[in-house]
C-alpha cells in the first residue's frame, strides 16, 4: 500500500459546479497537509494547507482533514475554467529534520464552461 | 519578490551521459528540496539541502547527487545516465525552519534521455 493515495481521475465538470478532491492516506503521524495545483508545463502552486485535523477556507477553496480516517479532501466551489489543472495533494512525515514532502500522484480536473 | 528558477527549462542527453541542474530559491530561503516527477511514479523526493548541508535523502541511487552554495543555490547532478531518468526535474525553496513545510516550486527542468 502506498503512504499517500489519490485518483488520477480525469474529473470533468460543469463551470459554477462544486468539485471535491480527495485522498487516503496510511500514516497516522503525519501532521501537515498540503494541497498543491499544477498547470500543465508549470511547476506545482501551493493552494493551502492545514495542520493536524479540521478545515481551513480560503475564498472558494476548503480543506478539510480527518485524521481518524486517514481522509483529506479539497473542495473548490464555483469552479471556473481556470481550476482546469491536476491537484496533488501533500503531507509531512514526522520525526525528519528537513522539509520532504509525500505526494499523491495527482488529480485531473477540466471545468468546461 | 522573484520566484525560484531553474535552469535549463529543457535538457536532452544520450544514455551514459551525465548531467548538471540548476536552482535559484526565493530570496532568503536557505532550504532547497530536489523531486522528480514522472507519469507513473508521480513526485519523488530526491534530496533536501539547508544551509549547504544535506540534511535529508530520498530513495533514489547515488548516481543522483546534488549540492548547495553558500547563497542558497543549488545544483543536482545524475551521472551516467538511463533511459528511466526522463522526467521533469523540481526544485522547491522553503525557509527550512520549523513549523509549516511550505515549499514553492520553481518551474522545472525537463529531461528526456536518449
Known amino acids: 500500500q502506498k503512504e499517500v493515495e489519490q485518483d488520477p481521475g480525469p474529473l470533468s465538470v460543469p463551470e459554477g459546479a462544486i468539485v471535491s478532491l480527495n485522498c487516503t492516506y496510511s500514516?497516522?503521524?503525519?501532521?501537515?497537509f498540503m494541497w498543491y495545483r499544477q498547470y500543465s508545463r508549470k511547476g506545482p502552486e501551493l493552494l493551502m494547507y492545514?495542520?493536524?485535523?479540521g478545515n481551513k477556507e480560503d475564498g472558494r477553496f476548503t480543506a478539510q482533514v480527518d485524521k481518524s480516517s486517514k481522509y483529506i479532501s479539497l473542495f473548490i466551489r464555483d469552479s471556473q475554467p481556470s481550476d482546469s489543472a491536476t491537484y496533488l495533494c501533500a503531507m509531512s512525515p514526522p520525526n525528519q529534520a528537513g522539509t520532504a514532502l509525500i505526494f499523491g500522484k495527482g488529480t485531473t480536473l477540466s471545468v468546461s464552461s | 519578490k522573484a520566484g525560484v528558477t531553474q535552469t535549463p527549462r529543457y535538457l536532452i542527453k544520450t544514455r551514459g551521459q551525465q548531467v548538471t541542474l540548476s536552482c535559484s530559491p526565493i530570496?532568503?530561503?536557505?532550504?532547497v528540496s530536489w523531486y522528480q516527477q514522472t507519469p507513473g511514479q508521480g513526485l519523488q523526493f530526491l534530496f533536501e539541502?539547508?544551509?549547504?548541508?544535506?540534511?535529508n535523502k530520498g530513495n533514489f541511487p547515488g548516481r543522483f547527487s546534488g549540492r548547495q552554495f553558500s547563497n542558497s543555490r543549488s545544483e543536482m547532478n545524475v551521472s551516467t545516465l538511463e533511459l528511466g531518468d526522463s522526467a521533469l526535474y523540481l526544485c522547491?525553496?522553503?525557509?527550512?525552519?520549523?513549523?509549516?513545510?511550505?515549499?514553492?516550486f520553481g518551474p522545472g527542468t525537463r529531461l528526456t534521455v536518449l
Open positions: 539541502y539547508f544551509s549547504e548541508t544535506q540534511r
Open positions: 492545514t495542520y493536524s485535523s
Open positions: 500514516n497516522s503521524a503525519f501532521q501537515y
Open positions: 522547491a525553496s522553503s525557509r527550512g525552519l520549523a513549523g509549516a513545510p511550505t515549499q514553492y
Open positions: 530570496s532568503g530561503h536557505r532550504s
